[in-house]
């Protein structure tokens, strides 16, 4: 009873990380079992460890080969984490409460908002209902398109098709994972599955409620339909960062990577790379070939992540927009960010850069204690794989299998923050909101 009292005195965020470390705990316990692994194949508990937390967060980094380490069984119970860690704990959670006719009450539905990253409690039951729906449509879509082209690739229906499950689910939740042994690189000048794979991609990283409104928009009887604002910007701020990424490779790897190839397998290549630097972890090419400026420039990418609300880690794209467009407002002259006919609160954008210098400072401490403990890679190297783990993308230079103890804990803890989010974790440790009955009188500061 004690236990329980302690657990009720809990805040959201406490509660939703104590949720996310027992689904750590649980895919440990589930990727253990003999029967998940090929004969003859034994995980260490730190390895099984390292694959439970990036299943869960949906990074996709990985220090052994899951195609040559997990049996058939194993794949499907990696699909099961992947989904937890995808959609979210408290949406499949609900779905669970709802099937076994549970009540959804307020301490539920904080739980919920905290999870969602929601601002109002509010419609939270129809949301769980509409992104678990939308979710698993798209997955199964993904599976029958891609398990049928894929006939033409495997030798048998049922090797096919198992591939088809495991890369839509894996594609859809961004998760990074592959049962094929080298990503998507065996499909290089497969356009088709390229383009399925990114549009999987772009509807887990976009955001659940940008596709909620666009199902609302599609089936809207009226005649002006108006989507919110986090819709408009973190679609028009999603889709510029994809088109960015772009130019910046085809820019930057022309003389490189490019150099000797076709203008359509340098678009591609271009393009699927910089929708997998949204979240995704998949990849057609082996990014060590990539210059050290382009690796850094993905780095930053990787850094900013997906949309809020999504599979997605990374600082997110509304983050970056409306930092940017403060820096924007200000040298013009003007205080206010007015965009889409509506003007953003000034507490979002005082969130926003709360969240941004913890990220750095979070990944810049990564970065420091990796290069004391990983004194055999490069610093392009760590800086990659650090920013690869926060924003859960899963994208890396082959160094993840031949970290130490040390630097695995190091990755381990940035997946995890990046799962879970800068405010939950910022969340965990701040107490209750004290109002101020008093203030001192103010005064200025040299800044800058």
């Known amino acids: 009873m004690k236990s329980l009292d302690r657990i009720h005195r809990f805040t959201s965020a406490q509660l939703i990380v104590l949720y996310y ?11 253990s079992l003999p029967f998940t692994h090929r004969p003859g194949v034994e995980l260490t508990f730190v390895d099984t460890l390292f694959t439970a937390i990036s299943a869960i967060s949906v990074t996709g980094l ?5 195609a040559d380490t997990f049996s058939v069984p194993g794949y499907f119970i990696l699909m099961f984490i992947l989904q937890f860690g995808g959609i979210g704990i408290m949406t499949l959670g609900t779905f669970i409460w709802l099937l076994f006719g549970k009540r ?29 729906s939308l979710i698993l449509v798209i997955e ?44 998507l690189v065996p499909f290089a000048d497969d356009y088709f599955v390229q ?31 108006r989507f919110s604002l986090y819709t408009k910007l973190t679609t028009s701020t999603f889709f510029l960062l994809v088109a960015a990424g772009t130019i910046f490779l085809l820019v930057f790897e022309q003389n490189n990577f490019l150099a000797d190839k076709s203008w359509h397998e340098s678009f591609f290549y271009s393009l699927f790379q910089s929708v997998t630097t949204r979240n995704g972890g998949l990849a057609t090419m082996d990014v060590i070939e990539f210059t050290t400026g382009t690796l850094l420039g993905v780095s930053m990418l990787m850094f900013i992540g997906a949309s809020p609300s999504s599979v997605g880690g990374g600082v997110r794209t509304t983050t970056f927009a409306i930092a940017v467009l403060s820096l924007y407002v200000f ?10 006919d509506r003007e953003i609160e000034q507490t979002d954008v005082i969130r926003s850069y709360i969240v941004i210098m913890t990220a750095s400072l979070i990944c810049a401490f990564a970065v420091i204690t990796m ?8 610093l392009t190297e760590i800086i990659f794989e650090v920013c690869s783990a926060f924003g859960t993308t899963g994208l890396s230079m082959g160094i993840t299998p031949e970290l130490s103890t040390g630097g695995k804990s190091v990755i381990m803890l940035l997946m995890f923050i990046g799962r879970i989010g800068i405010f939950s974790l910022l969340f965990i440790i701040r107490g209750k909101e004290i109002k101020e009955n008093y203030h001192y009188p103010k005064e200025r500061v040299i800044i800058g």
């Open 371 to 378: 290069a004391m403990i990983e004194d055999s890679f490069t």
């Open 21 to 31: 470390i027992s689904a750590v705990i649980i895919a440990t316990v589930l990727l």
């Open 331 to 340: 040298a013009r002259g003007k205080s206010t960010i007015k965009i889409f």
């Open 62 to 66: 990985t220090v052994v080969s899951t």
């Open 195 to 225: 383009f399925i794979n990114i549009l999987l991609l772009i509807l887990g990283a976009i955001g659940f409620p940008v596709l909620i409104e666009v199902k609302e928009f599609l089936t809207y009887k009226g005649d002006n339909y």
């Open 104 to 132: 959804i009450g307020l301490r539920e539905r904080q739980l919920i908002m905290t999870d969602q990253n929601q601002s109002t409690l509010s419609g939270l039951v129809q949301l769980m209902k509409q992104i678990l």
């Open 140 to 183: 199964f879509i993904g599976f029958l398109v891609l398990g049928t082209y894929f006939l033409q690739y495997f030798p048998t229906w049922q090797e096919a098709y198992l591939q088809g499950a495991f890369a839509a689910v894996s594609a859809t939740t961004n998760a990074g994972f592959d049962i094929t042994g080298s990503s």
